[in-house]
């Protein structure tokens, strides 16, 4: 028995090299039920064919009844009905045979479908190849664009090959039918056969044939056309208020999202705001030292921008030095640790930076780097605001990201750290000018105590012994250094109401 391999879903090879299809599952069948066994021989058509005229089988599987075939086979009798088609591309015009002159037609070897074309358009220009399927990879690469094959393994291919959707059909007008066929005289077999296929009914080859063939209705192109041009009647306006409903829908979340954000952006300000005036209002501004306010406000930065965790204060002695008076999430070995000029950053603006712990930065002792480096924790980004006053800068104030966070610095936060870097030059301002007024305080007092002992020798010298007294008893009594301080002037000054009004000495 003798099958075209490449035939589907009648004839084909399956992904794990087993002969699969209609015609398989009936020879299994016509063996349960004659008892006979039947090998098949699965082989290209044309060979098929070659194998039948030289007698080397008994019979040829899915073959059609030609009248030149008739010469040389005998068949049974019908078994499954089968359509054929000429295929083309969609661009191209085509609705009859006269239309394929101008085109390369692709057909297999032996097929029956080349007579038919031929008789109805002698001037085709056939291309011959061995199989269906190396018809179809052509239509692919476009080296055809039109070819004749049954429907069955058309579909199959076309689907296979995902060109389903690329090529038209145009059915050709003539009914054909699969057949079993034996070479002519060979009545034994012939007789065999139909005795076998006896035991078929029509009902029984149908149902055998439905677990591969899959039918694609044809429809004439206007038909489509016509629907197309009522959908978008029928659907036109719907669309356009579709669309502009989703338009409006669109732009109102838009509006929405953005009314969010701004609003979520105005609270966190107002928030900020409000928590920087409630802390900075109760801060006892001229009693404070320089390193508790700065500690006070590093704290209160890293409150207002948690993504920051780690924070530092830098400030400027009189020799240029810059000098780490506070720290938060570093080691506090660090606190003095002094930057030479030309080790620090030049940053004139509140600025975005990773640089802070740059392994490679210029440093102008690779042991003071290495310190740094060793005792601050891992840092992704820094925000740096430079504290002024007079026109100079007195110092840095520091944010830094941990390394292992994702979040990073805002526009939003460098505007917030500037407002801090405001409420630390204020700072700087007042005790700068509580400084100078304290010393002219203290110049005047020293004046007047010279002025008491110039008129009574019995005080010279008893008013800085008395200080002096007075200062250790209140260092021994842990007074703080306020205290200390309003009770040394105190004591220095007990004598000043000694002055004779007159201006003469008693």
């Avoid at 044809?218 to 208020?241: E, M, N, R, Y």
């Avoid at 993504?307 to 606190?335: N, P, T």
Wanted: include cysteine; hydrophobic fraction near 40%.
């Amino acid at each position: 028995m003798v099958l075209d391999w490449d035939y589907p879903p009648f004839t084909s090879i399956d992904e794990n090299g087993r002969f699969v299809g209609i015609s398989v599952d009936f020879w299994k069948r016509f063996e349960e039920k004659t008892g006979i066994q039947v090998a098949l021989i699965p082989m290209e058509w044309s060979m098929a064919h070659q194998v039948m005229l030289r007698k080397e089988a008994e019979v040829i599987d899915t073959i059609f009844y030609t009248p030149e075939r008739d010469q040389y086979l005998d068949y049974t009798r019908p078994l499954f009905p089968i359509t054929s088609s000429i295929y083309y591309h969609k661009n191209l015009p085509i609705s009859s045979f006269q239309d394929l002159t101008p085109h390369v037609v692709g057909a297999k070897e032996k097929d029956a479908l080349i007579d038919i074309a031929l008789k109805e358009n002698p001037s085709i220009k056939l291309r011959l190849y061995k199989n269906y399927s190396d018809i179809v990879k052509a239509a692919k690469k476009r080296e055809i664009q039109v070819f004749l094959m049954d429907d069955p393994p058309a579909n199959y291919h076309l689907v296979q090959h995902q060109l389903l959707y690329e090529f038209s059909r145009l059915p050709i007008p003539v009914s054909n039918s699969f057949y079993l066929a034996t070479w002519e005289g060979n009545e034994k077999v012939l007789t065999m056969i139909n005795e076998g296929l006896s035991k078929f009914s029509d009902e029984e080859l149908r149902e055998l044939s439905k677990r591969y063939l899959v039918e694609v209705e044809q429809f004439p192109p206007w038909i489509w056309k016509a629907i197309v041009f009522l959908l978008i009647i029928a659907f036109g306006v719907f669309a356009v208020l579709v669309m502009f409903n989703r338009l409006l829908k669109k732009r109102i979340a838009q509006a929405t999202i953005k009314l969010q954000e701004k609003n979520r952006e105005l609270e966190e300000a107002r928030r900020k705001i409000l928590k920087t005036i409630e802390v900075v209002a109760g801060l006892p501004f001229f009693e404070m030292e320089e390193k508790d306010f700065f500690a006070r406000i590093l704290d209160l930065a890293l409150e207002v921008i948690p993504k920051a965790r780690y924070g530092s204060v830098l400030l400027f002695g009189e020799d240029g030095k810059g000098r780490l008076v506070v720290l938060r999430g570093h080691d506090e070995r660090l606190i003095g640790f002094t930057f030479e000029k030309q080790d620090l950053l030049a940053l004139d603006e509140a600025r975005i930076t990773n640089k802070l712990l740059d392994p490679h930065r210029p440093f102008s002792s690779p042991e003071n780097l290495r310190k740094l480096l060793t005792l601050s924790s891992p840092i992704a980004e820094s925000l740096f605001v430079p504290l002024r006053w007079g026109g100079k800068v007195f110092g840095h104030l520091d944010l830094d990201i941990p390394l292992e966070s994702t979040e990073r610095f805002t526009e939003t936060d460098v505007e917030t750290m500037k407002n801090f870097a405001r409420i630390c030059d204020a700072f700087h301002a007042l005790k700068t000018s509580v400084q100078k007024e304290s010393a002219f305080l203290e110049k005047l007092l020293m004046v007047l105590v010279k002025t008491l002992e110039y008129y009574d020798q019995y005080t010279r010298g008893h008013s800085e012994v008395s200080a002096r007294y007075a200062l250790k008893i209140a260092r021994t009594l842990h007074f703080d250094s306020t205290a200390t301080r309003r009770l040394y002037w105190a004591t220095f000054i007990h004598d000043v109401g000694k002055i004779h009004p007159s201006g003469n000495p008693q």
